[in-house]
């Protein structure tokens, strides 16, 4: 058991320590304590390289190595990976992609027999064009209200009689009404327009992604509801790099920390890549934590799916 006083401080402070340590020992055991010049400077040298030499060798309390991660083996995989269906029952008519082909954000992929559909958004879109019932309404009571006009000026002469004037008022009323029924019918007919083009929107797919098709399950002619997807399809950009490393490393990797990945295929070179999630609980049956890491793939070059090493770059400060 080392004395308390070597624990702290630098070498030459703990080699005099050292020293004092050991010429007080030699006082108690013998009488005598190691005295001063020649002896007591060779001593202190002695001490002095001891403790080097300890700390040369890691062997030195105050400066712990800290273990440095290991390769580990990870797996490479799509950022998202997602079913593409429709919103509604029908048959099939067209199929414009396969497995393999890339696709596009909102790119149409398939579609339903929509012809039933397309007459009724067509038919909606008319009738939101409507507007001559607005028109007619508004005119009605531009002109009733210059005849309410003129009734009022006759009447303030004595020369139009107050049943007069107010026939006149609820007319003008009645036009107002009739203005605003035009005016919401118009509105429910513009709905009714943004209503039937959605459905007509729900029975085709579109891509919500940039990536490839992994699978297409039916064909033109197939009958498909909402519940049975038409394709599965992948984000390949970036890709997802997942590790699992050993639980005694939980704290030191954070988010933004850079490593070189190495695919086993198409052929092995490192590319570099960055931490985004580290999670928080460690598997206590495998003694692990997971760490994603994200791959550039601008060009969809690189494949998913395939394993890889993953040799983490040192923490900056």
């Known amino acids: 058991m080392p004395h308390p006083i070597l624990i702290r401080g630098d070498g030459w402070r703990r080699a005099a320590v ?23 400077f060779r001593v202190f040298h002695l001490a002095a390289g001891i403790l080097t030499a300890a700390a040369a060798l890691g062997d030195s309390p105050s400066s712990p190595r800290r273990e440095e991660l290991p390769i580990l083996e990870g797996l490479v995989r799509p950022a998202h990976v997602i079913d593409l269906g429709v919103s509604a029952e029908g048959r099939l008519a067209l199929v414009h992609v ?3 082909d890339r696709i596009r954000q909102g790119q149409v992929l398939a579609s339903l027999e929509s012809d039933a559909e397309m007459a009724t958004v067509e038919l909606a ?13 508004q005119t009605q009571v531009e002109y009733t209200d210059r005849k309410l006009k003129q009734k009022e000026e006759l009447h303030r002469q004595g020369i139009a009689t107050n049943d007069e004037v107010d026939e006149l008022r609820t007319s003008k ?14 509105r ?11 459905l007509l929107e729900a029975r085709t797919v579109l891509s919500p992604i940039d990536g490839v098709v ?7 002619g197939a009958l498909v ?4 997807p038409i394709f599965k399809v992948a984000q390949i950009e970036p890709l997802y790099c997942e590790v699992l490393v050993p639980s005694r490393f939980l704290g030191t990797i954070r988010p933004g920390r850079k490593a070189e990945v190495i695919l086993e295929f198409p052929e092995p070179r490192p590319l570099q890549a960055t931490v985004t999630v580290v999670d928080r609980v460690a598997d206590v049956a495998s003694g692990t934590f997971g760490v994603r890491l994200e791959l550039p793939n601008p060009d969809h070059e690189l ?14 400060n």
């Not at 699978?215 to 033109?220: E, L």
């Open 188 to 198: 429910l007919a513009e709905i009714d327009y943004a209503r039937s083009r959605a």
């Open 214 to 220: 992994m699978d297409r399950r039916f064909s033109p």
């Open 125 to 137: 879109k008319e009738r939101s064009k409507l507007t001559a019932p607005v028109e007619f309404a």
């Open 173 to 186: 009323r009645l036009a107002e009404l009739a203005l605003a029924r035009a005016k919401g019918e118009l």
């Open 303 to 316: 494949p998913a799916g395939v394993p890889c090493r993953v040799r983490f770059q040192p923490q900056e």
């Open 18 to 40: 050292c020293l004092q340590f050991l010429d007080e020992s030699m006082g108690r055991l013998t009488g005598k304590s190691l005295g001063s010049g020649g002896n007591r």
């Open 98 to 100: 396969d497995r393999g």
């Open 225 to 228: 509801d909402i519940n049975l």
